[in-house]
């Protein structure tokens, strides 16, 4: 994690815990200056200050710190001059206060393992997860609102919280807000019988991102949509980038007001579909990685077969992870039928193509070699069909960039990436390259 976001969540943390007096005026204006293996600097501006925050604060900055990083480190806590904030010597009540939006608790409300590279993509998302990176990229610029609709589990938050991630990773300055709509509308009745509208509309519409997640919650409630309206607008006009998803298409939500409706549709709107047996494999994969567990395939793909619901599957393999440890026994049937407590059902038979299918596809349709495929001359003739290769690998085989990157002989993950969203963008607009796609797909699926 990049150290100034690192900080900022550890202050948005400590502001929860601490008064509001001694977080302005010592605990805000420390910074992190550095962090390895089991040291961090802790800055501050004013040497009088830092010693009090050493002698009263260490633990708790300590213990909060490594509640976010489950490491130990030693605090080190230094004096540095630093023009933002006042004089040596300045009265302890004058000092600079934080930029309280740079504080907001969406910071930690973002899961930084929902982001791009553990995205599964498959035909059923594709286009989800194309419109997800564009908008992460060029926020307010390409497709605005982005609006994400589908069922339960398949992905939604996920690929919403990616965008804040991917967005933030490239521009740490970046402000995103996440919110559900039904904290959404929690803040504005709060603000409203606490009378600080003009709060809520400075945390709601000074955004760079604003994320709404699961918007059928204010269908029927008008005066929450009316807020919502003005919100929108004010954050639409400056050109900034608004996300908003939903269980289904803005047409299709009842009581929801004919003028924010219209605002939903005029940017782009994608539907994402239930994944498929091997898009829930690929993710039971991406989840066993994720918890450091060398999950075979074939256990993966039982779990799939066993397991429709995304939601669950975290929860199942911890519990199967847990299980095979204490009880010291490999992941198989066996185990997988106790913990899921029901006689399993069969892998089907695979209806996925197979990594060598579509390569061999590829280059059967553009007449090349596997070896010119797989090769790195970079002439036109060779570079384009490789980038079509990259895509049909990424979408249709559901492996991952790193994976495929393995499978031609050593290419570097970000290469592949670059030649998948080239495509995905081109697929857009380009019809001949919707045939060449679609030919390729023909001869590997028939
Ligand atoms: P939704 O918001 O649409 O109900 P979520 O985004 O909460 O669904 O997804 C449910 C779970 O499934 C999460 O743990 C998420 O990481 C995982 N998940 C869903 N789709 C994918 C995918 N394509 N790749 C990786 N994980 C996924
Ligand atoms: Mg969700």
Request: hydrophobic share 40%; aromatic share 8%; with cysteine.
């Amino acid at each position: 994690m990049d150290v100034e976001i690192l900080w900022q969540t550890i202050l948005t943390d400590l502001q929860l815990q601490l008064s509001e007096v001694v977080f302005r005026t010592l605990i805000s204006q420390t910074s992190l200056e550095s962090i390895n293996e089991n040291k961090a600097v802790i800055n501050c501006s004013n040497p009088m200050l830092i010693n009090m925050i050493e002698k009263k604060y260490h633990n708790l900055i300590k213990k909060t710190l490594e509640n976010y990083t489950h490491k130990e480190f030693d605090l080190v806590f230094l004096a540095k001059k630093n023009k933002a904030v006042n004089h040596i010597d300045g009265p302890l009540f004058t000092l600079k206060l934080p930029d309280s939006s740079m504080l907001s608790p969406s910071v930690i409300r973002i899961n930084p393992d929902y982001n791009f590279n553990n995205f599964a993509v498959s035909s059923s998302n594709q286009m989800a997860y194309a419109g997800a990176t564009a908008v992460a990229k060029n926020p307010g610029t390409s497709y605005n609102p982005l609006f994400l609709y589908g069922g339960v589990g398949v992905g939604k938050t996920h690929l919403m919280q990616a965008i804040g991630n991917a967005a933030v990773e490239k521009n740490p300055k970046i402000k995103t807000l996440y919110c559900t709509s039904e904290e959404f509308t929690n803040e504005i009745i709060e603000a409203i019988s606490n009378k600080t509208t003009s709060q809520f509309k400075k945390k709601y519409r000074h955004v760079d991102i604003l994320l709404i997640d699961d918007v059928q919650f204010i269908a029927g409630k008008y005066s929450i949509q009316e807020e919502f309206f003005h919100t929108f607008n004010a954050i639409y006009q400056v050109k900034k980038q608004i996300v908003i998803t939903s269980d289904k298409p803005p047409e299709e939500i009842n009581k929801l007001e004919m003028r924010l409706r219209s605002r939903f549709e005029s940017g782009l709107t994608i539907d994402i579909g239930n994944p498929d047996f091997e898009l829930r494999t690929a993710i039971i994969l991406i989840k066993a990685k994720q918890k450091g567990c060398d999950l075979t395939i074939e256990s993966a793909k039982l779990l799939s077969a066993n397991i429709e619901n995304t939601r669950k599957m975290e929860g199942v393999l911890t519990r199967v992870i847990s299980e095979s440890e204490t009880k010291s026994l490999p992941i198989d049937n066996e185990l997988i039928k106790n913990v899921l407590g029901k006689t399993l059902k069969k892998i089907p038979p695979s209806q996925k193509a197979t990594p060598d299918e579509i390569l061999k596809a590829v280059a059967e349709f553009y007449q090349l070699k596997i070896s010119q495929l797989k090769g790195s001359k970079r002439d036109k003739i060779y570079s384009f069909p490789r980038q079509i290769l990259y895509y049909l690998l990424r979408v249709e085989s559901g492996i991952n960039l790193v994976a495929i990157g393995e499978f031609l002989g050593g290419r570097d993950h970000t290469t592949i990436l670059h030649g998948v969203r080239k495509i995905s963008n081109l697929l857009s607009t380009d019809d001949s390259i919707r045939e060449d796609v679609l030919g390729i797909k023909n001869r590997f699926s028939a």
